[in-house]
């Protein structure tokens, strides 16, 4: 296994410091936020971005469902349109929580 110089990145968490890397005599770029496996990673290691952009992943999942009128039609039941529900709008927004990084 090698590791890629031209895709490698340096960030710093959690400190102000500032660190000179390098990787075969070749400096790494300093960045302030990448993303990583599809997940948005900033320095202050706070995970609201993310948040956000799954909030709006799952609202734009809703809102194609509005004009067939799956919420209003009375020959759906309750049961069926909570599940879509939970398919829909928890699915896309939990993806990728177990990376999001918790606060009090």
């Known amino acids: 296994m090698q590791i890629s110089i031209e895709k490698s990145r340096v960030m710093i968490m959690g ?9 075969d ?9 990448f993303k990583y496996l599809g997940a948005a990673t900033t320095e202050d290691a706070r995970s609201v971005q993310e ?18 009128h799956v ?4 020959n759906i039941s309750m049961k069926t349109r909570m599940g879509l529900l939970r398919a829909l709008f928890t699915s896309a927004f939990l993806y990728g929580c177990d990376t999001w990084t918790l606060n009090a």
Request: aromatic content about 2%; cysteine-free; proline content about 2%.
């Open 15 to 23: 400190s102000n410091e500032e660190l000179d890397v390098s990787i």
């Open 25 to 33: 005599g070749e400096k790494q770029e300093t960045v302030t936020q």
């Open 51 to 68: 948040i956000n952009v799954r909030i709006a992943i799952s609202t734009s999942s809703l809102a194609k469902l509005k004009p067939i």
């Open 71 to 74: 919420w209003r039609d009375k």
